[in-house]
């Protein structure tokens, strides 16, 4: 990927036609004149100086060999963040407070253990690194206090998928193994995972369970947590491998300790994963539904009723709003357009579902569905929106590069919680979006959908654009993160429900898991990492955010 | 409970007519004569001397108040253990190696946390209780070597059920609750929680949540692992409590750690699970499967499509033979005896399908289901076998005290592993428990059902029934135990699928999750317990079993 954004050189997602004049008209003056600013080069990122000592480099690289040690610029610069709001602000200007001395490239689970043993002996901080899309500062190479130097610990040897067994619906699959490259190998077994975050041409397996990832067909197909039967995680205390048994009452369930820690206990480096038969039917389409309450209503009775669509995907009318503002002339724009405007563009909410399976069972469950969205008062719009979507899934973060360079502010933020609370917390943090970027003088566009379904409650994604303010654009991003964890954590969601904690989100994990939760994370950590070499200033270990103070 | 077996005084349960012939016949000479050998009296049950100091028993007092700490006979021996076979030879025989100094009753969370702070500051050991169910040891009164007196948390004041919100499916339930109380307070509402060990009559849901239990319709309501959205849990280093939300991606999951801790970490006061509308409709059904295999066959199939019913239950050719054997001259016996005779009595197995839900749903489910069992050579046996076999659900441990009395042990033990591994698991405990009993001249019948399904695979519950060794009871038993718990752990197995680790199931916890992973455990007890007052002698805590050496 480009260090600077999303994507590879050469692969550039323009701004719709027309969308950057919606923008401005609607981000006002301040979003008006800016004037665009590229990125720097990559010769120009100013790097720190590494502090690597000879010892310690030898030490790694008799762990991997020396063509899997590297130190030059380019890799560094790579490595020196993930892709959050913050770390591209800094990437783009050329300057990252920090950077891995060298990246590592273990080949399997021993040249990882080896690796963390020389980085204990060494005192060596040690960042596992999958594909590098953390959004929430989980890559960033920090070195926290105690060591002196810090390596990256890139997994992309480890990708491989093996020892599938069909019949009982597993496979044993590299950590460092792309989502593209995941299931192409699981289709040569006619074998899916079906685990497809926004980042998925990018982000890794290992990646995915470190973070608890949740996929956009994750009401269907699960969460990550849900498809890891089994892990396998090298630690600098040895090596923990959980049994793949479908269950168990063999006492705590050490399998849910290790995925979500984020690389402060361990390096996963296998993980035997839930398969299934791929889909031969996919029928996504786009429903209009009154207003976001109606939405959510129908996406509780689908759940509820164990019917819900793979993909259950509900936009608010704001999100709405704008999507079809941007469609242009399509047929289904002008459909949605015609419908809002007979409700006064007051309101009016996309539903987005999308089927997969084979071609009965499709058929079978939006005969169920169709009757329950249309008792909601939704509105078939088609479903090439519904293709639409699909063809476009992985396409958003292609367009914040674009923004950023028109110096406009744009950032993601997730949450869940029970169906009893979703419309008040869904309220409390737009609304605290929108106060602190006003009250900085750059009001902003807030957007929110519903994308993950649960018997029991449902996720907010929620897009927030508005003019940079030029020279504070990180102390900007603090007052809006800032506003929105901590309306988060008063009205009781969990402050992020796919992108993980990381370095942005650990000031709000003690409001969720209480001082005594944090303590017993800090034992685990304390037990398997004694002298805290894996990933410094991360999940338990909250510094100050970028832009604070 | 009365002391020495299941159930109530005056609630007997006798063996069904020409059960004992039966036993008789199949198991040879040594059961032949056995004279019934009754319990003995309460009063005659001999209980170590209490030394709880007078400080200790005042701390207690001050915590709960003075009605609810309780030292007489009585409920010293109720609270002496559990009910595994080892359990009840020696309350029988009157002989009891530890029992509680005193038994105290707490009213709710401050006061659970009260008490345990009190037995932390004087060096007393806390056992959690229940229903009183375990059948592992789990609530054996022991005080381990680090403190001289223990005292029982019976935990039967805790029983209520509040804060239900319908729309999200949640209920908060007190961990004292049991079985038929959650139950008839979720009816209140609409609502069940669908969760039906053998022990529902008198286990409690905290019991449930400590040893990650399943129930008989676990296949379509979940474990209960499946069903707790969150908890609070009183420790001697303060109160943790996780949160409800339906997913999140904050850090590892807290709440994994604390299921299935089986009173070691802390103890439950309350849970917050999911329930669902209760069902209007059940249909239980018994179906002829050719074989093991075909049955076990016919369930993959059904589960992986997603349509397996609530109970799936699978008995082996032994257990159909035996069942038939004993259940006399109903036409659903002799049907499947006519089965069995046309197939030379070699082969042939049961299938118990039971549906639950509203009408329609159940209706479709059956309409999907029986093409697939009658694919894999399924012969329908009609539903009055099904209805009786639930009607007798929870009635296996009464029977088991009249076995007792006619000297014949009897025991069960489960497991469970993948699709791919479930035959060779099979075989290799079954054989291992052969050969054991044999081994001691005391041939066993051996019985196997499959009663919980999963994607990836399924459990087995193995039966076995012999002469008791006279005079060595409890070596007879721990032969047998050794046996297949050896034979499990080298299969890959897990060692409990429902029965959890408590002390009985102690020496294979580490072949299951490794030295690290045991270590892991041992540190979050050390944060939460650190002067190890919680349950000692239990599941990372491994000590000799009874009837060793």
Redesign the interface.
Known sequence: MRFWGWGTDGHDEPLPAGALELLRRELGDAAADATPRPPVALEDVRLPAATLTDQARAALVAAVGEAHVRDDHATRVLHAAGKSYPDLVRLRAGTVPSAPDAVVYPGDHDEVAAVLAACAEHGVAAVPFGGGTSVVGGVEALRGPDHAAVVTVDLARLSFVREV?A????ATVGAGTTGPEVERLLAEHGLTLGHYPQSFEFSTLGGWVA????GQASTGYG?I?DLV?GLRVA?P??????????????????????????GT?GVITEVTV?VRPRPTTARYEVWALPDLAAGIETL?ELR?AGIAPAVSRLSDEEETRLQLAMAGDSSTAKIGRAYLAARGRAHGCTLTLGFEGGADGVADQRARVHPVVRHHGGVALGSRAGEKWRDGRFHGPYLRDELLTRRVLVDTLET??????LLDLYRAVGAAIRRALRDRGTPPLVMCHVS?V??????LYFTFVAAQEDGAELEQWHAVKAAAGDAIAAA??????????GRD?APW?GA??????L???R??K???DPTGVLNPGK??DAGPLPGAG
């Open positions: 067994d019949r009982s619906q597993l973070t608890r990832s949740a969460r947590d039967a630690t205390s040895g090596t923990i491998a959980t049994s793949a048994v479908p269950g168990t009452a063999a006492g705590p369930d050490l399998r849910e300790l290790l995925v979500g820690s984020e206990l839930r509780r509820q869940a919680t029970t169906w009893g609370d993950h649960y018997a029991t409650g449902a996720s009781g969601g969990t402050i992020t429900h796919h992108h993980a904690i989100h994990l969720e898991v209480g001082p005594l939760g303590d017993l994370l034992a685990a304390a037990r398997l999940l338990v």
